[in-house]
């Protein structure tokens, strides 16, 4: 049984808060994708550049439980994702489609509302700029291939990277991208 958990609090991130909580996001940033069954090596060198460059002009949102960071969504226009197949889905405008290129969660707070919170708060913030929402993830995280397809997530494309294990071992990964319209927000 899990244990009761504080209500989760969302703040925007941006470059002015983003020092204050740099180490911590990193950190999260690490932990999210070097443990657990989708573990692969990432150089936490190489995991501090990527993020101050996404956090720099970008949009996120940090969410806590009580002072503790609980996870961190980072959206940014589609068309930065270089291995979006555009091709295979020329309806999806690379320009007005926002990309939720992270989302991390602290596996001790997984399942407990965390990323539908990050989501659906950046999807309603994105609304007034974007059309559309588009995310990957790997084809064998069930729980979170379920959480997008019960948040309005279809599959439109498919992928395949190569990763390094921690062992320090390639190995492939099918990615699949899901897609989701935004509805404008009803005015005031």
Excluded at 59 to 66: N, V
Excluded at 127 to 143: F, H, Q
Excluded at 156 to 183: C, D, N, P, W
């Amino acid at each position: 049984m899990k244990e009761a958990m504080e209500p989760i609090r969302l703040f925007v991130l941006n470059e002015f808060n983003y020092p204050k909580f740099r180490s911590q996001i990193i950190s999260l940033y690490l932990h999210a994708f070097t443990k657990g069954e989708q573990a692969q090596y990432i150089d936490p060198q190489e995991a501090e550049i990527i993020l101050d460059k996404m956090v720099d002009s970008n949009m996120g949102l940090m969410a806590f439980t009580g002072d503790r960071l609980a996870g961190v969504v980072l959206g940014l226009p589609l068309k930065h994702d270089g291995e979006f197949p555009a091709n295979e889905v020329p309806a999806i405008a690379l320009d007005t489609t926002l990309y939720i290129a992270e989302l991390m969660v602290h596996a001790d707070l997984r399942g407990r509302g965390v990323a539908t919170a990050l989501i659906n708060d950046l999807m309603t913030r994105a609304a007034g700029s974007y059309t559309d929402a588009v995310i990957r993830v790997w084809d064998e995280n069930r729980p979170a291939l379920s959480l997008y397809g019960k948040l309005g997530f279809l599959p439109v494309a498919t992928i395949r990277q190569t990763k390094k294990q921690v062992s320090g071992k390639s190995f492939e990964m099918k990615k699949i991208y899901l897609h989701k319209h935004l509805s404008k927000s009803p005015p005031a």
